[in-house]
């Protein structure tokens, strides 16, 4: 479970406040949407949720811990374990196959051969693994994603984070990508937040936190 | 960490040849001049302890004091007054106490061998034509023992010295002056009127074309003849078990005695300084070629990181942590380092190799090219600084890439 007590981000000097005190939970096995126009903080936002970045005030708290309070390699080891992240540029590394681009999380805690065989099962549930020796530059752009989505996934995740994972692609790969989230959420019961600015695909998950400049917004029913 | 770093040196090959090429030119010119100059440097050294060894013990050079005059010329009761003071140098230079010097070098743990010297100035003749040459009156075997005088024996054996009937060995070059062979009488005089035939019973040659013209040895005892001046001994030759320990051991016997204590180092003074700056130039052209090379390695991994901050930020994501992105980098910087290294002395190897083959169509100590040294010490030295250069440069980059937040990096590309 996710939980958001007074969430502020400023940026910038003098400070310019992006979210205004922002209190909510996830709970688990939930399909989050994030929405909003851009410009409204919907992916910083989901950065502070996901750890990587940290808000000027107020608290995240993951299964029960604070975030704030958790030491640089806790935060690592915590992201290695049990969060996946879907960029909407694939961010694969170029220089590495995309079996072994999937297999990154597992090699750092030195756990790629036990990893293997799921790995080759995760790219050929993606349809992509006939492509798995490919570098990604070998690949399409849906290829590339589906592979950066299976990376996400290597480690069983208890949580997904997807900033745009559909915004770099083409509307049949798009829905591809939305429905296999859908589906991951379903079977996995993986806690996903997806941050979109298509109402189609924000009306996929199962709750949509709507932000108009920097406050949820409560949708008019 | 090491196989992503690897990875990532492999996909950019071209450029990662270039910079290891870069590290490796510099491994090789040192390793290079390096053999050089210390082939050089053994070269010189060897010809300078011929004549020297590694500690020379020599009269000291006396002023007359004019009370020790009055001393010995008048009883102690009776009042001197000199019109004219006694002044000057005394007439010979010779060691104050041979048998205590003898005795103590027996004794001291750290004396190899040492060989009593009387060196005299003389006339050599060989029917019309006339040499003169620096005579080495020497004790044969001892002299063997502290010097590698055999192994530059042209003609004849060097131990023959020590039979009867005024025995000589002379230089290559002063056998050539005066025409002399094998098994011939010539005439040497020290001019002092008396003139005694030596039987030619070796020819050295040193290679050294001043040394070789001007050099002959003799027994000891056949000098202190020839001289008039029996039981005199200028010099003493000493060899040590440890030629590095030569400067401390003469320090010290120096302060225990009158006579002039030098080691090979002292005597050779010039020699020395000239090998210092050698040293100097040396170490200033590795430092200055690795700099340039380790300027690339900065460079290319600065760049490198700057191309890179997207692999960085997703690394950092799945939760590669600081630590690990520091070493990302840094084992780049290291491989650069240790194959640029290993390139480097391999050539450098190859480079010594080739250059000791050049003939240059003039002596150098026995052979027409140059001499050249393959010390280990050199290898490792250039290998170590290579890596260390590496290591350094590639420090920063990598410092500063463990230090860039994911989030710094996805708000730049966003």
């Known amino acids: 479970m996710i939980e958001c007590k007074g969430i502020i981000k400023e940026f910038g000097n003098p400070p310019t406040r992006v979210l205004h005190g922002l209190d909510f939970q996830i709970q688990s096995g939930e399909f989050v949407a994030i929405s909003g126009r851009s410009g409204s903080g919907k992916s910083t936002l989901l950065y502070i949720i996901s750890t990587l970045d940290s808000p000027t005030r107020g608290e995240v708290h993951i299964d029960g811990r604070s975030v704030t309070k958790m030491s640089v390699q806790e935060v690592h080891e915590f992201r290695n374990r049990f969060v996946g992240f879907v960029f909407q540029f694939h961010y694969l590394l170029p220089e590495l196959s995309a079996l072994e681009n999937v297999l990154l999380p597992a090699r750092n805690l030195g756990l790629e051969e036990e990893k293997h065989q799921s790995a080759m099962e995760l790219l050929e549930r993606l349809e992509v693994a006939n492509q798995h020796h490919k570098l990604p530059g070998q690949m399409s752009g849906g290829q590339q994603q589906r592979v950066a989505i299976a990376r996400a996934l290597i480690m069983n995740p208890r949580y997904i984070f997807a900033d745009e994972p559909t915004g770099n692609l083409d509307t049949h790969n798009a829905s591809q990508v939305m429905a296999l989230l859908k589906e991951i959420s379903q079977s996995e019961k993986t806690t996903i937040c997806l941050v979109t600015h298509e109402p189609e695909f924000a009306a996929q998950a199962s709750r949509e936190i709507y932000l108009v400049d920097g406050r949820i917004s409560v949708p008019e029913a | ?414």
Request: proline share 3%; glycine share 8%.
């Open chain 2, 1 to 414: 960490m090491f196989y992503l770093s690897w990875r990532q040196l492999l996909s950019r090959k071209k450029q990662s040849i270039l910079i290891l090429l870069g590290v490796s030119f510099g491994t090789l010119l040192f390793v290079s001049i390096a053999g050089v100059q210390l082939g050089m440097r053994e070269y010189l050294a060897e010809q300078l302890l011929n004549n020297t060894a590694h500690i020379l013990i020599s009269g000291a050079e006396r002023d007359i004091v004019q009370s020790e005059v009055t001393r010995s010329m008048y009883s102690e009761n009776q009042v001197v007054g000199w019109v004219v003071p006694p002044n000057g140098k005394r007439d010979e230079t010779r060691l104050e106490n041979y048998s205590g010097w003898y005795a103590r070098l027996n004794s001291d743990p750290e004396v190899f061998d040492f060989s009593p010297r009387l060196t005299a100035n003389a006339i050599l003749a060989n029917g019309k034509f006339v040499a003169s040459a620096n005579v080495i009156g020497t004790v044969p075997e001892r002299h063997v023992r502290i010097t590698s005088v055999k192994k530059y024996m042209k003609e004849g054996r060097f131990e023959d010295l020590s039979l009867g009937g005024n025995p000589i060995v002379v230089g290559s070059g002063v056998a050539k002056q005066i025409g002399a062979r094998l098994d011939q009488f010539i005439r040497v005089s020290a001019g002092r009127g008396v003139e005694k035939p030596f039987k030619v019973v070796g020819i050295v040659h040193f290679g050294n074309q001043q040394i070789d013209d001007s050099i002959a040895f003799a027994q000891l005892r056949d000098i202190q003849v020839l001289t008039k001046s029996p039981g005199r001994v200028s010099q003493i030759a000493v060899a040590l078990y440890d030629i590095d320990r030569s400067t401390e051991v003469a320090d010290f016997w120096q302060l225990i005695s009158n006579d002039k204590v030098e080691d090979w180092q002292e005597a050779n003074k010039m020699f020395m300084e000239m090998i210092k700056v050698q040293d100097f130039v040396r170490y200033f052209i590795i430092f200055s070629v690795l700099l340039v090379a380790a300027f690339g390695i900065y460079n290319v991994l600065t760049i490198m990181i700057n191309q890179k901050r997207r692999e960085i930020a997703i690394l950092r994501a799945i939760g590669y942590g600081p630590k690990r992105i520091l070493e990302l980098i840094l084992y780049q910087g290291i491989l650069i380092g240790i194959g640029g290294g290993v390139l480097g002395i391999g050539l450098g190897y190859l480079l010594c190799l080739w250059i000791e083959s050049i003939d240059f169509g003039f002596e150098i100590g026995g052979k027409n090219s140059l001499w050249v040294a393959y010390d280990v010490s050199t290898y490792v030295t250039a290998f170590v600084s290579a890596t260390f250069a590496s290591l350094i440069a590639s420090f920063l980059p990598a410092w500063a890439a463990s230090r860039m937040t994911p989030m710094d990096i996805i708000r730049e590309e966003a």
